[in-house]
Structure formats: C-alpha cells, structure tokens
C-alpha cells in the first residue's frame, strides 16, 4: 500500500520542531543551572540537599522553562527551519505542488502541542509546585513573605465593613478591630474589639468586645469577653506577598479576583496580570512560530545564523515588551488584559506581513 508523503513530511516536521524545542529546553535549562547555582550558592550549602534537589530544583526548572516558553518555540523554529532551508529540503517540498499554506499546517500542529501544553502547565501543574519553591527560598534564599498588616479595611459583605489596625500573622492575632454594618447607607450595627484572632477558614474569634446595635433612637449595648464567629475574610485577603499569584492556579486565581473584588480590595493587580498572561502566553506560541518560519524558510545571504540572531532580537524583544506592557496595568494606565494583549496584537501584525512576504517569495 503506497503511503501518504504529504502526512510522512507532516510528520517529520512535528518530529523536527518538538524535537528541537525540546532540546532547546535542555540546553538553556542546564545554562540556567550553573548560573543558579552560583548566585545561591550559600543558601544552597545551608539548606538541607533533599530540598534543595526535591523543593527547590524539580520545583524550579519546569517554571523557568514555562515562563521562557515563547523564546524556546521561536528559537526552535528559526533554528530547524533555517537548516531545512540551507540544505534545499523546503525548495523539494515546495516543489512538489504543496503550497506554503500546506507547508505552514505541521508548524501549526507543533504549536499547539506547545501551546496546550504552556497553558495546562501554567494553570494546573506549577502553582502547585511554585507552593514548595517559594516556601524554599522564603527559608533559605530571601524570606519575602508578608506576615504583617496595618491599617486593613475591606468589605466583607454587604453593607459590612471590616477594620483592623494592625496584624500579626505570626501570632494569627489582630489588634483594634471593628466590623460596622450598613443598611440603606445608615449604620445599624458595630462590633469592637479589642483583638481578634484566625482559626479556620471565616472563622475569627473576638475577644473583650462591644456589640452597639443602632435602632432608630435608641441603642443597645452588649459586651463580652469573648466571641467565636463567622467573618468572611481571611489573612490571605490583605496580607498579599509578591509571588503569591504563582501559587494559585487558573480557576482558583479567578475566585480569588473576583471575591477580593467584591470586597473592594484594590491591591489585586498582580493576581489579574498572571491570570491574563497566562493566555496570552498560550497565544504566542501560535504567533510566534509563524514569524519564525516566515522569517528562515527561504536561503538568505550569511545563512542560518542571520535567521537565528533576528530571531533572538524579536523572541527577547517579545519578553522584555511583555514585562513593560506589564507595568501599565499596575501603574493603571491600561487594563491588565490590554497590558497582556498588546504584544501578542503587535507580534501578530508582524506575523501576518513575514508570512504574506514569506509565501509570495
């Protein structure tokens, strides 16, 4: 039975391109390690050598080669795709009646393995794992948790307003809380305390209270010296470090925005940048490969490392425009998903003009 040779160069495109993505990963990965090895050096020489392999390393080298995604498709793709140029073999493909659509669809099959694979990762599988790395570096690298809070004041429910002046996480104790309650914008109701403390989830305890219950002229007083109840709000709601929105995963970071919305917290802006980017990565693996087989199918004069070096420029330019487009969502000049989307948006005009360019060549 004769076989397909459109599906056996389909196939030995996906083998090239994965292939060498992979092997990309490997290579920068192995750079990565040297250079992280010698930055923490000493940390790594105090903390036990289980963790720093199991916590720490398993923990790292998935994140690191996740967040660097868009740079191992586009350099895996300038890099095989010159090669297969400088060596004629997409001249024998072309040459045999298939159009450069048809030479694009293997590409666009690669980058969806990619692409799927980016985003189950970055929404399912590393917050889980980033949870053990940060606890890692909290410990033995740089602690950068966030274990006290003053002046806190979030809406807990509504027409409810909490207030604490000051909280220790250490101790899971808070000092001078209050929680007024509203109806009709009148105030109805105001418990006081003068600490309160965490338990479990929603569950506080108050201690030497005073309950004020505002009816109309009159007032009611009830106080106490001690008081379990339900508030909903917990640490986690205000004592906000900077890394904690890579622990959460894509459905758990959406909750979280949307409940710390509705409570009026306005310090969300890192949580909202990691759940569109997220996205917008998966995105740009699409993107990217089109640019970078539009830029290496054809032989171009000084060969594959031209290919490569512009490749570079543009896969680099992408990251660094991605981290500044990030700082005008948080200093609020545009929304976190325009922030995100902009490169993506830019980087595909710039897909649609090399591969137009690239397919009337």
């Known amino acids: ?19 060498t ?13 040297m250079f992280d090895i010698n930055e923490k050096l000493d940390p790594f020489l105090r903390a036990p050598l289980k963790a720093t392999l199991f916590d720490y390393f398993l923990n790292f080298l998935p ?61 399912y599988v590393i917050p889980p794992a980033n949870i053990k790395r940060i606890e890692y570096t909290n410990t033995y690298v740089k602690n950068k948790r966030v274990d006290y809070g003053a002046n806190i004041m979030m809406q807990v429910g509504e027409g409810e307003i909490a207030y604490i002046s000051r909280y220790d996480n250490t101790t899971r104790t808070g000092y001078k809380f209050s929680l007024e309650s509203f109806k ?14 965490y338990d479990t989830l929603h569950k506080w305890q108050v201690r030497d209270y005073m309950i004020r219950d ?36 894509t459905p758990q ?43 290496s199918s054809r032989k171009v004069k000084g060969g594959m490392g031209v290919n490569i070096g512009i490749g570079l420029v543009l896969s680099f330019s992408y990251i660094l425009f991605m981290t500044v487009t990030s700082t005008f969502a948080v ?14 948006m830019l980087y595909l005009i710039i897909a649609v003009v090399l591969y137009k360019r690239a397919s009337q060549g």
């Open 1 to 19: 039975m004769k076989r397909n040779p459109i599906k056996i160069l389909d196939r030995y495109i996906i083998g090239k391109f994965l292939g």
């Open 21 to 33: 993505y992979v092997f990309a990963i490997i290579l920068i990965l192995a750079i990565t390690v």
């Open 63 to 123: 994140y690191f080669a996740n967040q660097f995604s868009p740079l191992f498709t586009f350099i895996a793709v300038i890099f095989f795709t010159s090669k297969l140029a400088d060596n004629s073999e997409i001249i024998a493909m072309l040459s045999t009646g298939m159009s450069y659509r048809r030479f694009t669809r293997p590409y666009m099959i690669s980058a969806a393995v990619i692409a799927i694979a980016t985003y189950l990762l970055a929404a």
């Open 184 to 197: 009709n914008k009148k105030l109805v109701s105001r418990l006081s305390a003068q600490t309160i403390a």
């Open 214 to 249: 505002f009816k109309g002229t009159r007032e009611e007083i009830r106080r106490g010296n001690k008081l379990d109840t339900i508030i909903p709000m917990e640490p986690q709601d205000f004592l906000i470090a900077k890394n904690d929105h890579e622990k959460m995963t």
């Open 253 to 295: 970071l959406n909750e979280y925005i949307n409940r710390q919305r509705a409570k009026g917290v306005a310090n969300i802006k890192s949580f909202e940048i990691e759940y569109h980017r997220r996205f917008a990565m998966t995105a740009a693996a699409f993107i990217l490969t089109i640019i970078g087989m539009s830029l």
């Open 331 to 344: 200093s609020g000049l545009t929304s976190p998903i325009v922030a995100m989307w902009i490169p993506n």
